[in-house]
């Protein structure tokens, strides 16, 4: 009879333990639309997407992230796209967490580049809101540059074009073993942007830089000639 009452008892501190951290869950709604970045256009190509719902805690007991027990990560909800491109989430979140959208699924030929710190940023979500959040998708773009050199090569010379893609985001016309006197690259960048590239030209030991901004249009090709 002992026995039973204390295991009584603990199944009712338990329960009443649940309904208190229950009670410190915020009702949360979200509905949004995936569209085209630089026009607000709906992303209506008929495949449907993925979107996922993540939540940043702390697995310490609900204490604010990065004490005491660091961060996890965790898959709250997954959804699916409706032919229009709408989403929409109802979930019960607390504030000691984070929450973020997180497409699972790109349709080629778009692309989705936020990183970890991008999607926090531009797709967290206010606990206890109904709220509207859209998904930008990057159409592609491509800027096709000539460069024509036009004065001497010493040896240990180079020409880098710093742009959002390529190893460290800098591409090398020429170096110490390519001493060329023209050269063509296309590079393929998210259309509906601006680009600003930065040019770094090393010549006989002399430093010269400078930059250009470029408006790079969906599904299409700009093409320019850099002379140096």
Known sequence: MKSLNILCGLVFILLGS???????????????????????????????????????????DGAPIGSGGGSAY???????????????????????????LEPLSVPDPFSFSDGLSSLLDNYSIQVGVNQTKDIYMYAPGWLAMTFENEGPVYLGDFLRVG????????????????????AQQKFKLGGNTIEKVRFVLS??????????????????????VIKY
Request: charged share 15%; with cysteine; glycine share 8%.
């Open 18 to 60: 649940c309904s208190k951290d229950e009670s410190k869950l915020q009702q949360t709604s979200i509905q949004g639309q995936v569209r085209i970045h630089g026009t607000e256009t709906p992303l209506t190509n008929g495949l449907p997407m993925e979107i996922t719902l993540m939540e940043q805690y702390n697995p310490n």
């Open 74 to 100: 965790r898959e709250i909800e997954t959804t699916t796209t409706d032919s229009l491109g709408n989403f929409s989430f109802s979930f019960k979140g607390s504030s000691s967490s984070i929450f973020y």
């Open 163 to 182: 742009l959002s893609v390529g190893s460290s985001g800098f591409y090398t016309v020429y170096g110490p073993t390519q001493n060329n006197s023209s």
């Open 203 to 224: 010549r006989n030991n002399q430093i010269t830089e400078w930059e250009d901004t470029y408006s790079i249009p969906a599904f299409d090709t700009v093409k320019v």
